[in-house]
């Protein structure tokens, strides 16, 4: 669970890159940087809750 | 080496800039000392040695290999019509430093310096547990790849730099004092080291909450406190000349800012902490000064002092509520509390600097290098120092855990005169 978190914070990131090329306006285009980042934090969320499930499991 | 990117340095320029990086070595003892004063007695000698071993990693490797990758024109493609600049391509083992211009040397030592603090932040996190060897071998990691790429990305003329020239967005990515480059970077590799090395035995037991274990010297982080604010505010000023191109006459304003970021940060957790416990807690207060220098570090030479204070005071308010929500809520054992401290701080003041730059677009150009951060620098390091742990596993086998750093990897302890008490006597 952790990796698939880690592999989605890339995917955000390149949603936010994607923003730049295809959106000159200046709201679409924070609109769409900002989604990349929400992506991001999804990721991250995902990561951080498969490192407390697997402490979890190794608790003594 | 960092091309040349303002016009030519008077002398008198050049040796105020070589005196304020003098100084800046002060903010890594500042932060050295909170660390190992933050970890337990039976791993403090272990803990400033690793400071100092981590540093000299990290500046023998960067100044080989790493320092190629920062500057120069590099190596870019093109897509949509743009120039997207990704790595730098200078000479190797620093040849030709001599003779290089006078920015290109300051930026330089600014570099090695900032390599330096950003592989000695992840050494607090992973204390008590991770072994010297393998923190050295991370430092050197961070030196050869991840922090040569982050710098010339922001620092080099990479396309974080660029974003102003090629897509309208404000000057591009700023960040004068190296909270992306240094603490950011530093504080999601702690995040890493974390992760991977684990927490510290007998920190989450099977019920209950966690189990409190406080640093052991708070005289080291107070003190540590004061050490820093010295280097930062050196550090920030030579940034914003070296990087941000700050007039002569708005110095003195950045270093005000800085104090000012410090101090509110200082008084919000000192309030915060009153008003949880009873108390201001001194280690929390501590985190909460230094989460206040580190958002400084992004945007103290673009605002002004009144913005400084509100940066501070928000960087004050989040510092203990989140180092109390990674320990109790997110299972997150971080010793010095550098993920909250540099991570967060320093994305704080990145987005500060965002909110009250004058430029337009200048929010959605830190939002972008925030992205990149979040989004790529986290992964690749989460991911090389999960291979290096193959290599040289980072976390120390039970009984040093048990024994204590000190004993367990150096033989001697930090303070001999005085009985460490074990495990056991606790009961």
Not at chain 1, 38 to 46: F, I, P, R, Y
């Amino acid at each position: 669970m952790k990796y698939a978190g880690l592999l989605v914070m890339p995917a955000g990131f390149f949603l936010s890159l994607a923003a730049l090329i295809l959106f000159p306006a200046p709201g679409p285009r924070a609109a769409f940087v900002l989604c990349g980042l929400a992506v991001e934090g999804m990721g991250l969320a995902v990561a951080v809750r498969g490192h407390m499930e697997a402490r979890g499991d190794r608790r003594p | 080496m960092t091309p040349a990117l303002t016009p030519a340095l008077s002398d008198v320029a050049f040796a105020f800039i070589l005196a304020l990086l003098l100084l800046a070595p002060l903010a890594i003892a500042g932060v050295a000392l909170i660390n190992t004063g933050l970890g337990r007695s039976r791993s403090a000698a272990q803990a400033l040695l690793g400071s100092v071993a981590i540093m000299a990693a990290a500046v023998i490797v960067f100044a080989l290999v790493g320092s190629a990758w920062v500057g120069g024109a590099g190596h870019s493609f093109q897509l949509a019509g743009k120039s997207w600049n990704w790595l730098g391509a200078s000479p190797f083992f620093l040849s030709g430093l001599g003779s290089a211009s006078p920015q290109s040397q300051l930026g330089l030592l600014f570099e090695l310096l900032a390599v330096a603090m950003a592989a000695l932040i992840p050494w607090g996190s992973g204390m008590d547990r991770w072994r010297l060897m393998a923190g050295c071998a991370a430092a050197a990691v961070l030196a050869f790849a991840v922090f040569p790429l982050t710098a010339h990305w922001i620092w080099g003329g990479g396309w974080l730099s660029q974003l102003g020239i090629n897509f309208g967005l404000g000057a591009g990515f700023l960040d004068g004092g190296g909270a992306a480059t240094v603490h950011v970077l530093g504080g999601l590799s702690a995040l890493a080291v974390v992760w991977i090395a684990g927490s510290r035995k007998g920190k989450f037991p099977k019920e209950g909450l966690a189990t409190a274990m406080p640093g052991h010297n708070a005289v080291y982080v107070v003190f540590g406190c004061l050490l820093a604010l010295v280097g930062w505010q050196a550090w920030n000023v030579a940034g914003a000349i070296l990087w941000l191109h700050v007039a002569p006459g708005a110095l003195a304003v950045t270093a005000v800012n800085t104090l000012l970021s410090a101090a509110a940060a200082l008084a919000a957790t000192f309030a915060v902490t009153q008003i949880r416990f009873g108390k201001p807690d001194a280690s929390l207060c501590a985190n909460g000064w230094l989460a206040g220098l580190v958002a400084s570090s992004a945007c103290a030479g673009l605002i002004t002092p009144a913005e400084a204070l509100l940066v501070g005071l928000v960087a004050g308010i989040v510092t203990p509520l989140m180092v109390e929500l990674l320990e109790l809520a997110l299972s997150i054992d971080d010793p010095s509390g550098a993920i909250t401290v540099h991570a967060a701080g320093g994305l704080w003041g990145l987005l500060a600097a965002g909110f009250f730059a004058p430029q337009p677009g200048q929010l959605v150009a830190q939002l972008v290098g925030i992205a990149a951060l979040l989004g790529i620098v986290l992964p690749l390091v989460y991911l090389l120092f999960w291979l290096l742990n193959r290599a040289v596993p980072f976390r120390v086998d039970p009984d040093g855990e048990r024994i204590g750093m000190d004993l367990h990897e150096l033989g001697g302890g930090a303070y001999p005169e005085f009985v460490i008490h074990r495990d056991e006597s606790y009961r």
